[in-house]
């Protein structure tokens, strides 16, 4: 058992099983519910499924993987959100894109195929229930399981576009548009975040980001408070966007 916990990164996920028992790790429900990619499968590998898997809870702001790790195995994201991190060499970070439930993680996924170490590191935003699934198994499904090996690679796809997207939105547009565009698609009109939490999630330093934002409050586009940014004027904000 200790062996198996050794999937992910455990000097940076604190394990605590056993899992409450809405998450019982002999009933794959949860996790066919999350992920229906992975039922339909023959007896040997739904076997082999739950005999591997291995239940994880981390709390919020848990480090789920670190830059170097070695990834031994496949998140499959049950309950909670992650933030995949990536830092620069002047020590700055930038958010590739967050995992929610019923996701995994094409970091991982990319680490696995090719078997490498982690580029970036993940981090717990809320509290999070995972099942992870050692290499030999992950391995195993992509060669057996159509389902699933479909699953992987439209992910992959979808989230490479979604970088690609954010990488044109770094090179060709203004951190204050990407700043009001950001604003204009929340749906409560405001965003609970830290000006360095931001400048993570836009890819900018926490300077360029304050700065911005001072120009956006000066102009009565937005209004300002700790750890709060809210909209002030939405056409004024529509214009900068």
């Given at each position: 058992m200790e062996a198996h916990r050794?999937?992910?990164?455990?000097?940076?996920?604190?394990?605590?099983?056993?899992?409450?028992?809405?998450?019982?790790?002999?009933?794959?429900?949860?996790?066919?519910?999350?992920?229906?990619?992975?039922?339909g499968m023959g007896a040997p590998l739904r076997d082999r499924l739950t005999q591997r898997l291995q239940w994880v809870r981390a709390p919020r702001g848990?480090?789920?993987?670190?830059?170097?790790?070695?990834?031994?195995?496949f998140p499959l994201l049950i309950a909670g959100e992650i933030q995949v991190m990536r830092s620069t060499p002047d020590g700055h970070e930038i958010e590739l894109y967050r995992i929610l439930p019923g996701e995994s993680c094409i970091v991982s996924t990319s680490c696995l195929l090719g078997e490498a170490h982690y580029p970036a590191r993940g981090q717990a935003l809320t509290d999070v229930v995972l099942a992870a699934m050692p290499h030999d198994l992950f391995d195993a499904l992509i060669t057996a399981h159509p389902p699933f090996r479909r699953y992987v690679f439209a992910l992959f796809a979808e989230r490479l576009a979604r970088m690609m997207q954010r990488v044109e939105d770094v090179a060709f547009r203004s951190l204050t548009r990407r700043i009001a565009a950001l604003l204009l698609a929340s749906p409560d009109g405001f965003l609970e975040a830290t000006h360095e939490r931001l400048?993570?999630?836009?890819?900018?330093?926490?300077?360029?980001?304050?700065?911005?934002?001072?120009?956006?409050?000066v102009t009565g586009c937005v209004g300002l408070a700790r750890g709060r940014i809210a909209i002030a004027d939405r056409a004024k904000l529509l214009a900068e966007a």
């Open positions: 050794q999937i992910l990164a455990t000097r940076h996920l604190p394990f605590t099983p056993p899992m409450p028992h809405t998450l019982d790790m002999n009933d794959l429900s949860s996790l066919h519910a999350a992920f229906p990619a992975l039922q848990a480090e789920i993987f670190a830059a170097g790790d070695r990834c031994r195995g400048a993570a999630q836009i890819g900018a330093s926490r300077e360029a980001v304050s700065r911005a934002l001072k120009k956006l409050e």
